[in-house]
């Protein structure tokens, strides 16, 4: 599912400037490609890793995550660790998936979904959205 790498005229390079963004996706081509697009739009990406377990030492390790990416489906595993810890510390994030909005978990409801394959112009219209004031930690 690739994301198509075509520019969009519309939005500046650096949109995402100084952004520190956390990518987990498990398809290696697709990866390098959304790095490739967020790293041109400015933002300081982690990863990208490729499992949960990996995506959960990250979030553990670096305190300083703005933001995140997040494929729902890794490897036969779902993503949704990663996303409550991210959601307990007040992290904006959006799913990439091919899945519907119906098939997440309820909490999940005001996370934004971009649907793959997707285009620059959606993702980074979808990744806008993330460039919020950070949330108080869930109690």
Do not use: W
């Not at 995506?55 to 993503?79: C, F, H, K, Y």
């Not at 519907?100 to 649907?115: G, N, S, Y």
């Amino acid at each position: 599912m690739p994301v198509c790498l075509t520019e969009d005229p519309m939005h500046p390079q650096n949109d995402l400037d100084g952004l520190r963004l956390l990518l987990v996706e498990d398809e290696y081509v697709l990866a390098l490609g959304i790095t490739d697009v967020l790293v041109d739009a400015g933002a300081d990406v982690l990863g990208p890793v490729g499992s949960v377990s990996d995506a959960l030492s990250l979030v553990e390790q670096i305190p300083e995550i703005d933001a995140a990416v997040l494929d729902v489906n890794l490897a036969g595993e779902t993503i949704y660790p990663v996303a409550d810890a991210l959601q307990a510390r007040g992290v904006p994030f959006l799913f990439a998936t091919a899945n519907e909005r119906a098939q997440l978990p309820e909490r999940f409801a005001d996370v934004p979904l971009c649907h793959k394959p997707f285009d620059v112009a959606t993702f980074r219209s979808v990744l806008a959205h993330l460039r919020v004031p950070r949330l108080p930690p869930v109690a």
